[in-house]
């Protein structure tokens, strides 16, 4: 059977649809814009068929496109593993993981060192971010794998479990709350309240422990970032909810106080993200398992 593409074809047409421009996707390649652009070309002439939209100098991709990339990315996986196997080479290249911020700050790097004492070799770039922007990039193949908070149903992702997670609310060792061994609704109403953005796992998690009385709270600052959030309770601002992960030597230190309300459910769960089509390598499938010993 003869082939009547190129490897190089597939990794321009997967790095242009990445950057949905062609100067951007030759950067990444190090290749000239010439040599990409006519790569690209002749992709589609040899095929007769068109990838890509063109809207002015950006390129999106199109019906034809889309049924073409996940296919792609997963066959340039495939040749990559075939060519770690044909150079008896077991060393792991790059892996690009995702997390989201309590994984990512509290979790990953311990994961990572790990991993990189097993495979010296490899490079691990880590992209920290909240769970939708993670689902986001692994949806568009940026991402090798996600680490994520928040639960997903998405047709192109396979999400499976990796881990229990507990939520705790705190606050200032000085909060009129602090006295308190037990919030009971009223509380949880009549407080002021610092909280993790929308698209967030945590934000998620918070919003199902609240059913019934979510429309009542008093939502008084949306922030990004959990150790904001730390600072802000520590200033007496009011009262939060995070992953007791991110909290532990807080609690320690005293610098902040753990709250209770048993009566509202704060359990949640991590989990893989992974999109469907893509070629599941050797470096992924190690990551996975130094994620499950921890």
Same mark, same amino acid.
């Given at each position: ?22 100067s ?18 002749? !992709?589609?002439?040899?095929?007769d =068929?068109?990838?890509? @939209?063109? +809207?002015g100098k950006?390129?999106?991709?199109n %019906? $034809?496109g ?14 990559e ?53 993670i ?6 193949f940026?991402?090798?794998?996600g ?29 009129? !709350?602090?006295?308190?061994?037990? =919030?009971?609704?009223? @509380?949880? +109403? ?6 993790? %953005? $929308?698209?967030?796992g945590?934000?998620q ?11 009542n ?10 150790e ?8 007496g ?10 909290l ?5 230190r005293?610098?902040?106080i ?13 989990y ?23």
């Amino acid at each position: 059977m003869n082939i009547h593409f190129t490897l190089r074809q597939l990794q321009v047409f997967l790095a242009v649809a990445s950057h949905e421009n062609v100067s951007h996707a030759a950067a990444e390649l190090a290749l000239s814009q010439s040599a990409t652009s006519t790569a690209l070309k002749q !992709l589609e002439q040899q095929f007769d =068929l068109l990838l890509f @939209d063109r +809207i002015g100098k950006r390129l999106q991709l199109n %019906e $034809q496109g889309v049924a073409l990339r996940a296919k792609a990315a997963a066959l340039i996986d495939g040749a990559e593993e075939l060519e770690n196997t044909l150079v008896q080479n077991n060393e792991i290249g790059e892996l690009k993981v995702g997390a989201t911020l309590t994984i990512g700050n509290y979790l990953a790097i311990g994961i990572m060192a790990e991993f990189m004492k097993e495979h010296p070799a490899a490079k691990v770039a880590l992209n920290v971010e909240n769970t939708a922007a993670i689902a986001a990039k692994v949806r568009n193949f940026e991402l090798d794998i996600g680490l994520i908070e928040g639960e997903l149903q998405e047709p192109d992702l396979d999400v499976s479990y990796w881990r229990e997670d507990e939520l705790s609310l705190f606050c200032a060792p000085e909060h009129p !709350l602090a006295k308190n061994s037990v =919030l009971d609704d009223e @509380d949880l +109403i009549d407080a002021q309240w610092i909280v993790r %953005e $929308q698209g967030s796992g945590t934000r998620q998690a918070f919003d199902r422990a609240m059913t019934g009385i979510l429309p009542n709270l008093k939502l008084k600052l949306e922030l990004q970032h959990t150790e904001g959030i730390k600072r802000a309770v520590e200033a007496g601002m009011g009262i939060s909810c995070l992953s007791r992960i991110a909290l532990e030597d807080a609690f320690k230190r005293g610098t902040l106080i753990p709250l209770k309300a048993p009566h509202r459910n704060w359990n949640r769960k991590f989990y893989f993200i992974l999109h469907r089509q893509k070629f599941l390598g050797g470096g992924v499938r190690s990551w996975m398992q130094h994620c499950r010993k921890i």
